[in-house]
């Protein structure tokens, strides 16, 4: 049995893109995490020790957007998967990437992707 650790709009700013107006400045992207891990050492000793730091997880998401660059966002997001199982006890994880306003002269609010990778 899993649970699931939650964070939810993390922020971050990172050069993405294909197209040269996307490169010049950072952008900001926003990701929903989601973690299957088991929750119930942590819940039974009451002590962080026995817990996932949310914050650790956050912390190397931001170190890993902030160290590189992407032109697509399914290259971002498979490698922010991957660090996630690798560096961290968690089952599998969901993650969900927001670039807002992608279209800069159309209509759309943020264009994302959503991905599901497990051990």
Known sequence: M???LI????RFDCYIGIYPQERRTK???IIDVEMAVDIRKAA???EMKDALDYRDVHAAMKKHIQ???YKLIETLIENLAALIL???PVESVTLLLRKPKPMQRRN???AGLQITRSR
């Not at 964070?7 to 993390?10: A, I, N």
């Open 2 to 4: 899993m649970d699931t």
């Open 7 to 10: 964070l939810k709009e993390c």
């Open 27 to 29: 952008q900001p992207i």
């Open 44 to 46: 039974q000793s009451d």
């Open 67 to 69: 160290n590189t660059e």
């Open 86 to 88: 690798k560096d961290f």
């Open 108 to 110: 759309g609010a943020w």
